[in-house]
């Protein structure tokens, strides 16, 4: 590294001598300040590169980058910096929304009558008089809730025939001589894994609700007898997005018994499955079997395992382009960014806008949009050649050199092409991959509240319970009904007509 101590410039002295000593002594001294100069240069390349590459990382939020909100901080300023434009439709309900008005009933559960007995203007009496009409106004509460004790007794008869003592069967979900019922334990379930409510806030809220506190451990026993009683749909859930036509993956980390591990999500628009596993890759997607016997089109943020699945199609989240798209022109300042967010945004437009019966845009279309994908394509290119070697017979390092965020991008937009532009050849294939996210969201959500999971066996069991009750609401059943059923041994069990 030259600093200002050790770079060396002719002194007065020295270009006299150098002059009398003919050219050549000249030209050495011009080539000894060439090659300073030429390596300051470098210098000063390297380190803008890094200054670059740091400046670019501290303006990275969840706006332009696929980082997290939740990685932002509290002393980070927000600012609304949407990637979606703004549309013609004015605020509120739009029409055909159905609203949730409140509605006087026919038949209340009871009535109060609020008799009148002095006349409101002159004070008289009014006992006795003949009433001429009523206005009614209807409160829509809940009745006060407390546990409901059934006490279930077998009759024990002695045999006059034989002097042997007989008695009556229970029914098979009476157990224990004292336990609690279905209903509580859909409860519990329903505050730990639909709502994220922690095990022992859930115990308060049950105390409070029907002044009675269950143990921590009914609701933990509640969650495993919930996993065993649903088993049957989880494996039906996951037979079904194997045969799906798209299917959403992803993944996103989480604490268990305090090291990271990793949430693999596998959805469709009405099917949700979890897997929890201690590694990231392409061997936890084989301990799940998310894509191995699958073979429709795979939605995802390329992720390079997801990538090594060769018997099914492909499709990159665009949204995920359109952020990094965003950061490269806020920070790098290279338009090529902005051209290709617009014609991704184009191409959405021009998707929504085709009538069906079409599934694809027309040839034409296609190749229009081709076209201006690699021109685009060959300007960024340009705007980032590539660099020139300049440690020659130094030790060639391992790997694939490291590259700005703007030639990554540049190189997966180039080599991922049908992939980037598979919405528009398939319109089954989404232009995002937010099912997926929004799926995962759910469980980070939880560790966010509980602030993770104690044991991997627990994680696990989230993860399925969860992926049974996100099916079961977007299969439009009530989620209290799909945990209730599966208590009492009939599980919602989503099946092929339904998809």
Not at 349 to 361: E, I
Request: glycine content about 6%; hydrophobic content about 40%.
């Amino acid at each position: 590294m030259i600093s200002p101590m050790n770079f060396h410039m002719p002194t007065d002295e020295e270009m006299p001598t150098a002059f009398a000593q003919g050219e050549a002594a000249v030209m050495a001294v011009f080539h000894a300040v060439a090659a300073q100069v030429a390596a300051l240069a470098q210098q000063l390349a390297k380190q803008g590169a890094v200054l670059q590459e740091w400046q670019a990382r501290l303006a990275k939020s969840s706006h332009n980058s696929s980082q997290p909100p939740s990685s932002e901080g509290y002393g980070t300023v927000k600012r609304t910096a949407s990637l979606r434009q703004a549309g013609d439709k004015s605020n509120g309900g739009q029409p055909g929304h159905e609203g949730q008005t409140l509605m006087a009933v026919e038949h209340p559960e009871r009535t109060v009558t609020h008799a009148v007995s002095m006349c409101a203007h002159c004070q008289a009496s009014l006992q006795g008089i003949e009433v001429r009409g009523y206005e009614e106004r209807q409160v829509c509460d809940l009745p006060a809730i407390r546990i409901d004790v059934t006490a279930h007794r077998a009759e024990i008869k002695v045999c006059p025939a034989c002097g042997k003592l007989s008695k009556g069967t229970f029914p098979a979900a009476v157990t224990h001589a004292v336990h609690y019922g279905p209903t509580v334990h859909t409860w519990a379930s329903s505050c730990t894994h639909y709502h994220p409510i922690p095990v022992e806030r859930t115990t308060e809220i049950c105390a409070d609700l029907v002044q009675h506190r269950m143990s921590e451990a009914t609701v933990l026993k509640a969650s495993e007898h919930l996993d065993t009683c649903m088993a049957p749909s989880t494996e039906a859930v996951k037979g079904l997005w194997r045969d799906a036509e798209v299917l959403h993956v992803d993944e996103s980390g989480l604490r268990v018994r305090g090291t990271l591990h990793w949430l693999h999500g596998a959805c469709t628009e009405r099917l949700t499955s979890y897997e929890v596993h201690a590694k990231r890759g392409h061997e936890a997607m084989e301990a799940a079997g998310m894509l191995g016997p699958f073979r429709g089109t795979a939605v995802h943020d390329h992720w390079q395992p997801y990538l090594t699945y060769d018997e099914c199609a492909h499709a990159l989240c665009t949204a995920h382009h359109l952020r990094a798209l965003r950061c490269i022109d806020t920070q790098y300042r290279q338009a090529w960014a902005n051209d290709m967010a617009a014609l991704l945004v184009e191409s959405k437009a021009a998707v929504a806008a085709t009538p069906a019966p079409a599934m694809r845009l027309s040839p034409p279309e296609l190749l229009a949009f081709a076209t201006r994908y690699d021109a685009v394509v060959q300007a960024g290119c340009a705007a980032n050649p590539v660099p020139v070697p300049t440690t020659a017979g130094a030790e060639k390092k391992r790997g694939r050199p490291p590259q700005p965020p703007p030639v990554n991008l540049l190189i997966r937009l180039r080599d991922f092409k049908g992939h980037v532009l598979a919405c528009m050849a398939d319109f089954r294939v989404p232009f995002d991959n937010n099912q997926g996210e929004r799926d995962i969201r759910m469980v980070k959500l939880k560790q966010k509240v509980s602030g993770g999971f104690r044991t991997l066996e627990g994680a696990q069991r989230f993860g399925r319970i969860r992926g049974y009750l996100s099916t079961a609401r977007q299969q439009a059943k009530n989620v209290f009904e799909a945990i209730r059923d599966a208590l009492e041994g009939n599980p919602f069990i989503p099946s092929p007509a339904m998809q």
